[in-house]
């Protein structure tokens, strides 16, 4: 269905969540609304329009435009209908000649300092100020355009993405409230008084140059041409608009993009998208451009040797290519000698069909995903002591929090939608704990300061979580009836004991973690007592060799507390990559089949085995590590490999190129020739998100639709490619459009049995379970008790990793992400993202950097027991002594060469955040970035040969 | 398989057996440990290690030498 193109609806003024009814009149129409709605809300909601310049649904009303008035009768005067709330048997009028004449005189000053460019604006025929003037009736400006004015006012264009017009602003002060309320960034400011007043970005800078992150939100909500995408001066306004979700982080916000024929021209955050209610940020917003950038390669490609230069060739050719190798391989070492690994950024329905050709195709379950290397610990521990491997709140729930604790997370850079709720509630007064090696941003920020900030030693989150623990047992503040209900109490009495030992308690954990005993002491405290207690946690958890102790030790926190099972509370993992939760969801783990539900269950696999008409291997495939190990023992000789970066992504970089080099048959479907492409033997041209139509879901397990906008570019999507791989490997597949997939998802799969294309059409997303019990989904999961039955208090022994520091390599390196940038960086390298980042740096304290000579942007070399590097220097007191830090989405930086193969005892996740390294300056690049360097110059050449 | 797979494996039962250790005596951890095997380890990787007998070179801790006990015994009772 084609939607053509027109501004979301806005009511105003925010929808009100009072729980009274109240009836009062507009026009001589009856209206019901919630108490606490504003008039101007109220007649909205009726179809009444009352004309608005400094109002929006998006933000507190303001009032300050006097544009909206009404007359109330029995009141005096003409109140503003946004800053009015309604009153039971009230009696409202929108329109009088006297009303009309005030608005018509306000119209006229604001129009008499603003050009009158219409036909050539940018946003002519998108523009409130345009409409406002033409619902008001304005006709003509007695006051001239002689007098003062500010028509000259020079346009700012540092930010790549939109540009700030001054002379064409009204002041009426939404951006600097959307940059506030919305964003929490606080960067603008209206300077001046009367005619002087203006909009300043930070002190009068330039918005590149001011604390401007660049979501878009005063852009959204601007009601002139003053804020305005580059995209849309270029392009002109949009004619028609799909709506789909974000392909960048598990936050999963929903967008309109928004379209001239096959070109996107805008993402509009999409106000009805439950993730995000209309908040973006720099990347889903305006980060959009890699999908068409020159480096796509859309012909699929073969060559016999990565020595060769690659062939391009049809489909037909590349999939039959494909699985003659396939089989070769196979009948030359046998049926486990080849896998695939799944990727999280692409839909549910892709990672269903990569597995299913895995099982039901390649005969084995050599599948794994990319979430091995992230939140595989979050699975394993949520599942034992929960019963369910995944989150258990919506983001929503984290306005009724009141004590929140974030680890190992870095929200503002990574989640940073989600952040921005979570930011409001801290506002409004509620409590924060971070416990993170790094000062991040939350500990410290406009109109925030965390209550207290757990530095803790990379590497001993284990011990800072038993402490706390520790504390809440030692001083009875565990929520006893809470426990006796609902968790195995004969469990919880071994873990009492475990934890209740003296060795927990943080005067003697403090030596281990570099916590002080009292700030922990305190934290515990005012977690276990201070109301609604919720957990946010991200790969600074779980990205260790006791990632999956440390999620459980968090869920024995939360149980402990009584803080599972209801609003504002719970244990949620922030998602890295935007399908993290479903591909762990469609059964991308070896041992699991859909739904998390381990291949040895005969039941499980007979109904499997029934659709789809084979016999399945009990027995789990290999782990991404171990298909790597086998292909350097010579045992497995074959890989797809679909959306996912494995020679960038995987830590110890060495050793994976070896394991790549050691395959006879490398398949790589990316929508760049990516590092894991270089090794390749078949490319096959994948899909972005804007080609295809699927569900992804969010860390909330929110599923939702990605629409087509575009037609895949290589002329197949990606689930279109896998199925014609599966059908030459003699595995039937025929689906017509995706949600025939997800239909045999639900048929399949408890969790999402009451999953379907229609319901989500209907209601926009679902968070699953969705089954006969929750026929609308499930947003918040262990109401009444937890999936598993009882709670289960899981052991949480601190075992230290093996990778130290010592004389030789003193300092402790961990990794994290920066704003602009997305994971591998493949696509925001390839976007003006790059003007915030365009290299991965060392954090560096400067204390640590004083002793080796090393001043601010000097090129450093990383030494680690695996590998070095070469980075340039960051000195800063964000990280403290002891640790530096640094980003990996460059592959040049080869952030991965130092990260050793160290990995979480339960689910091999690697430990990328714990390595350690000796620093130095040094002038020339490392050896390994040198190799690097003349192999890709080397792949291009390849590449380049096969399109000559 | 090969002696370094041999030895990146005997390093993970390590790992694992440390990790679940607070479980309770050894007997169940063990057991505990050999269960974790069977049900995330894929087939070659537990032949490899079933299948050599335990020495003292294999550097196993105790804990890890009664899982590999268990898991022989888990892989001997499926195949009958
Ligand atoms: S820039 Fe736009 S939103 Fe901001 S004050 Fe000016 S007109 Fe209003
Ligand atoms: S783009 Fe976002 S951060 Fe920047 S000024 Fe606008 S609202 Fe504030
Ligand atoms: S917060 Fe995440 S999902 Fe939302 S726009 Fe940004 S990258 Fe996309
Ligand atoms: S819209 Fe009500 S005062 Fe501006």
Redesign the interface.
């Known amino acids: 269905m084609v939607e053509f193109y027109q501004p979301q609806a806005d009511f105003g003024t925010p929808m009100s969540v009072g729980k009274q009814l109240v009836t009062l009149s507009i026009d001589g129409v009856s209206v019901t609304v919630p108490e606490g709605t504003s008039v101007m809300r109220a007649a909205a909601e009726s179809g009444i329009k009352v004309p608005r310049l400094c109002a929006t649904d998006q933000l507190a009303s303001f009032g300050s435009c006097r544009v909206c008035l009404v007359e109330i009768q029995g009141r005096r005067g003409f109140p503003a209908s946004c800053t009015t709330t309604v009153e039971a048997g009230m009696q409202v009028q929108t329109q009088s000649d006297a009303i009309g004449k005030l608005r018509r005189n306000v119209m006229e000053l604001y129009i008499s300092d603003h050009p009158l460019d219409c036909l050539t604006c940018p946003t002519n025929g998108d523009c409130e100020l345009q409409d406002t003037a033409g619902e008001v009736g304005l006709r003509s400006v007695r006051y001239g355009f002689d007098g003062d004015n500010h028509l000259d006012a020079e346009k700012d264009q540092s930010n790549p993405y939109f540009t700030f017009d001054p002379s064409k602003c009204i002041v009426c002060s939404r951006c600097v409230r959307a940059c506030e309320e919305v964003q929490g960034t606080f960067a603008l400011t209206i300077d001046g008084r009367g005619f002087e007043s203006k909009v300043s970005a930070s002190q009068d800078d330039a918005f590149m140059d001011s604390e401007c992150v660049s979501c878009g939100a005063c852009v959204n909500v601007c009601p002139t041409a003053t804020l305005t995408e580059k995209s849309i001066i270029d392009a002109g306004k949009p004619e028609h608009a799909v709506t789909t979700t974000c392909a960048y982080c598990g936050v999963g916000c929903s967008f309109k993009a928004e379209m001239k024929g096959n070109q996107v021209v805008r993402m509009t955050p999409y106000k009805d998208g439950k993730a995000n209610e209309g908040h973006a940020c720099v990347k889903g917003r305006f980060a959009f451009g890699y999908a068409t950038h020159k480096d796509r390669i859309t012909t699929p490609m073969i060559r016999d040797s990565i020595d060769d230069a690659w062939r391009e060739v049809s489909w037909d050719e590349a999939v039959n290519y494909t699985a003659e190798r396939f089989k070769a391989i196979q009948a030359k070492y046998g049926r486990?000698s080849i896998g695939a690994i799944s990727s999280s950024r692409c839909t549910n329905e892709e990672v269903y069909l990569v597995q299913k050709m895995v099982r039901a195709g390649f005969g084995n379950?050599?599948i794994d995903t990319c979430a091995r290397v992230c939140h595989s610990p979050t699975g394993f521990g949520l599942k034992t002591t929960l019963g369910e491997s995944a989150g258990t709140q919506t983001f929503a729930s984290v306005a009724e929090a009141d004590v929140v604790i974030v680890m190992g997370a870095n929200p503002t850079e990574a989640h940073p939608v989600f952040a921005s709720r979570l930011k409001r509630r801290l506002r409004q007064g509620a409590k924060l704990i971070v416990i993170d090696p790094r000062k991040i941003e939350l500990v410290s920020s406009p109109h925030i300061t965390a209550d207290f900030h757990l530095p803790v030693r990379p590497g001993t989150n284990v011990p800072t979580l038993n402490a706390l623990a520790h504390v809440i047992v030692n001083e009875g503040l565990e929520a006893h009836s809470y426990i006796e209900q609902r968790c195995d109490v004969e469990e919880f009495e071994r873990w009492l004991t475990?934890i209740g030992n003296p060795r927990h308690a943080p005067e003697n954990t403090e030596e281990i973690t570099g916590v002080p005993a009292a700030d922990l002491r305190a934290a515990a405290r005012l977690y276990a007592s201070g109301g609604n207690g919720a957990i946010f946690y991200g790969l600074g958890v779980t990205e260790h060799?006791?990632g999956?102790?440390a999620v459980m030790a968090i869920a024995n926190l939360a149980m402990l507390t009584g803080n599972v099972g209801r609003e504002g509370v719970g244990v949620n993992p922030l998602r890295g990559q935007n399908n993290v939760q479903g591909s762990c969801d469609m059964g991308s783990f070896?041992?699991e089949l859909p739904g998390y539900r381990?291949i040895?269950d005969t039941t499980t696999r007979q109904l499997f085995e029934g659709e789809w008409n084979v016999t399945l291997d009990s027995?789990?495939?290999?782990?991404i590590p171990?298909m790597f190990?086998?292909a350097?023992?010579g045992?497995f000789k074959g890989l797809y490999c679909q959306g996912e970066d494995i020679a960038q992504s995987d830590p110890n970089t060495q050793h994976v190129e070896a394991a790549l080099r050691a395959l006879e048959c490398l398949v790589v479907q990316d929508i760049f020739l990516n590092e894991t492409a270089k090794f390749a033997h078949v490319f096959l041209p994948g899909a972005s998100f804007l080609e295809k139509d699927g569900t992804f879901t969010n860390a909330e397990r929110r599923i939702s639709r990605v629409r087509k906008a575009i037609p895949p570019l290589s002329g197949k999507a990606d689930w279109q490619a896998t199925m014609a791989l599966a059908n030459a490997l003699g595995c039937p597949m025929n689906y017509s459009h995706p949600s025939e997939i997800m239909d045999e998802i639900a048929r399949l799969t408890p969790t999402f049995r009451g999953v379907s294309y229609a319901k989500l059409e209907q209601l926009g997303s679902i968070q699953w379970p969705c089954n006969d019990l929750t026929p609308e989904g499930t947003p918040i999961m262990h109401i009444d008790q937890f999936v598993r039955g009882k709670g289960f208090f899981a052991?949480?022994?601190y075992?230290a990793t093996t990778e130290r520091a010592n004389r030789k390599f003193p300092l402790l390196l961990t990794t994290g992400r920066i704003l602009s940038q997305y994971n591998v960086g493949a696509q925001t390298r390839r976007t003006d993202n790059n003007q915030w980042h365009a290299e991965d740096l060392l954090e560096i304290h400067p204390h640590d950097a004083e002793e080796r000579g090393i001043s601010h942007d000097d090129w450093v070399g990383v030494n680690s027991r695996v590998g070095d590097t070469v980075l340039r220097a960051n000195v800063t007191e964000r990280v403290k002594p002891g640790v530096v830090y640094t980003t990996f989405h460059h592959p040049v930086s080869g952030a991965n060469v130092i990260t050793t193969d160290n990995s979480d005892?339960?689910?091999?996740c690697p430990e990328y955040k714990v390595t350690a390294v000796q620093i130095s300056k040094v002038t020339k690049p490392s050896n390994w970035q040198a190799r690097q360097q003349s192999f890709d110059r080397q792949q291009r050449g390849l590449l380049e040969r096969a399109r000559q | 398989?090969?002696q370094?797979?041999l030895q990146?494996l005997i390093k993970?039962i390590n790992?694992?057996a440390?990790?679940?250790?607070?479980?309770g005596d050894p007997k169940m951890v063990g057991y505990q440990v050999a269960q974790?095997l069977e049900?995330?380890?894929?087939?070659?990787?537990k032949n490899l290690i079933t299948e050599q007998p335990i020495d003292a070179q294999m550097a196993l801790s105790p804990i890890a030498q009664i899982a590999i006990g268990d898991l022989r015994r888990m892989q001997l009772a499926k195949r009958v």
């Open positions: 486990t379950n050599n475990f060799s006791q999956s102790t070896p041992h381990h040895s027995e789990p495939g290999l782990r171990n190990d086998a350097l023992d045992d052991m949480t022994e075992v005892w339960a689910t091999n | 398989m090969s370094p797979q990146r993970m790992q694992i440390l990790n679940m250790s607070a479980n974790h049900k995330f380890w894929s087939p070659p990787m």
